[in-house]
């Protein structure tokens, strides 16, 4: 799964990597959590532009905004079935960027949270899906989800599932939503993992010591 992740690259740099005319001011963040409102990038018709979601889709038929936090990510393998992403997957794809994201893995009884990021440290794009949804009262509340496939045999080691990372390549068939195929996930050998401070499991700790390797006893 993915339920946490970081972005700390400047706005230039999200920017170029993602084929934006323009990126807003975009302060660091180190761990980013569910039910916040996050930086994705959709198809604007004209190119691609940043949007601001809530991290937690919200089906445009749901009553309320809690459903959201049930849906922080969702499977691959099971995007067309499952009513509350079938709209979304025909239609409304994005992604998300992110310099890193953390999983955490049973040491000596304890979780032990990991990083994981590219191995040349590049920012990413994490394979997402849109919604729309409208208040009773009028209020418009855009929202999203990660899609999540097998894991890789680097993550393997930590989780079971993993964040699709698409390659910068097949950014433009994902986001134009003209292809129900999921693009390939980005390969293990591309990527890096190390342990880091417990830290990153509250929160309320969006420091940069979140993203520092520790040394296991």
Same mark, same amino acid.
């Given at each position: 799964?993915?339920?946490?992740?970081?972005?700390? /690259?400047?706005?230039?740099?999200?920017?170029?990597?993602? !084929? +934006?005319?323009?990126?807003?001011?975009?302060?660091?963040?180190?761990?980013?959590? =569910?039910? $916040?409102?996050?930086?994705?990038?959709?198809?604007?018709? $004209?190119?691609?532009? +940043?949007?601001?979601?809530?991290?937690?889709l919200i089906p445009?038929?749901?009553?309320?905004? /809690?459903?959201?936090?049930?849906?922080?990510?969702?499977?691959?393998?099971?995007?067309?079935?499952?009513?509350?992403?079938?709209?979304?997957y025909r239609r409304?794809?994005?992604?998300?960027?992110? !310099?890193?994201?953390?999983?955490?893995?049973? @040491?000596?009884?304890?979780? $032990?949270?990991?990083?994981?990021?590219?191995?040349?440290?590049?920012?990413?794009?994490?394979?997402?899906?849109?919604?729309?949804?409208?208040?009773?009262?009028? $209020?418009?509340?855009e929202s999203c989800?990660?899609?999540?496939?097998?894991?890789?045999?680097?993550?393997?080691?930590?989780? !079971?599932?993993? &964040?699709?990372?698409?390659?910068?390549?097949?950014? !433009?068939?994902?986001?134009?939503?003209?292809?129900?195929?999921? &693009?390939?996930?980005? =390969?293990?050998?591309?990527?890096?993992?190390?342990? @880091?401070?417990?830290?990153? /499991?509250?929160?309320?700790?969006?420091?940069?010591?979140?993203?520092?390797?520790?040394?296991?006893?």
């Amino acid at each position: 799964m993915c339920g946490r992740y970081a972005l700390t /690259s400047s706005p230039a740099v999200i920017a170029e990597r993602f !084929d +934006l005319a323009w990126a807003p001011d975009l302060p660091p963040h180190y761990n980013i959590a =569910p039910g $916040q409102v996050i930086p994705a990038v959709r198809d604007a018709g $004209q190119g691609r532009a +940043l949007a601001w979601l809530k991290w937690g889709l919200i089906p445009s038929w749901a009553k309320d905004t /809690s459903i959201g936090m049930k849906l922080i990510n969702a499977r691959g393998e099971t995007l067309g079935d499952k009513p509350a992403f079938r709209h979304a997957y025909r239609r409304n794809h994005c992604l998300v960027p992110a !310099d890193a994201f953390y999983e955490w893995k049973q @040491v000596a009884g304890n979780k $032990q949270p990991y990083c994981i990021r590219m191995r040349d440290r590049s920012p990413f794009g994490m394979a997402g899906l849109w919604e729309h949804w409208v208040a009773p009262g009028g $209020q418009v509340v855009e929202s999203c989800t990660i899609i999540t496939v097998d894991a890789n045999s680097l993550i393997a080691e930590l989780h !079971d599932r993993m &964040p699709l990372i698409v390659a910068p390549g097949d950014y !433009d068939v994902w986001l134009s939503a003209g292809s129900k195929e999921l &693009p390939p996930a980005v =390969p293990a050998k591309d990527m890096v993992a190390y342990p @880091v401070s417990p830290l990153v /499991s509250n929160a309320r700790n969006d420091v940069p010591a979140c993203l520092t390797p520790i040394d296991l006893p």
